[in-house]
């Protein structure tokens, strides 16, 4: 069973920076598509950022020139830099990885961005 856990969630002030990690338990490069959704209250889940197997990334309007998705194969960790940081960014943040009809996911970690 594919395994996802993320850490790196934490509570910050407006503008800070943070970085969330995502280590899966199986080879990252098996994956059509690994990537970022949160999930704030009220709101539905929304996708953040993605990569496919060919480094190709995907981002949501919002987050555009402040948060850079990464991987690293070696570590199995796919990385989600997060910068200058907004209120509107607070949400569960989830690992996601996509095997062709399969979607895996981790249980999240919390982002809180202070004002």
């Known amino acids: 069973q594919v395994q996802l856990v993320e850490s790196g969630g934490d509570l910050v002030q407006v503008g800070e920076s943070l970085r969330l990690s995502c280590v899966a338990s199986e080879n990252i490069f098996m994956f059509n598509v690994m990537g970022w959704y949160r999930k704030a209250p009220g709101n539905e889940r929304e996708l953040v950022a993605d990569?496919?197997?060919?480094?190709?990334?995907n981002y949501l309007d919002s987050v555009k020139g402040r948060f850079t998705i990464s991987r690293d194969g070696a570590q199995k960790t796919v990385y989600l830099q997060m910068n200058n940081l907004k209120p509107e960014d607070t949400a569960v943040y989830y690992c996601n990885a996509k095997l062709w009809a399969v979607e895996y996911w981790g249980k999240g970690t919390l982002v809180t961005v202070s004002s």
């Open positions: 990569i496919n197997v060919g480094g190709i990334t």
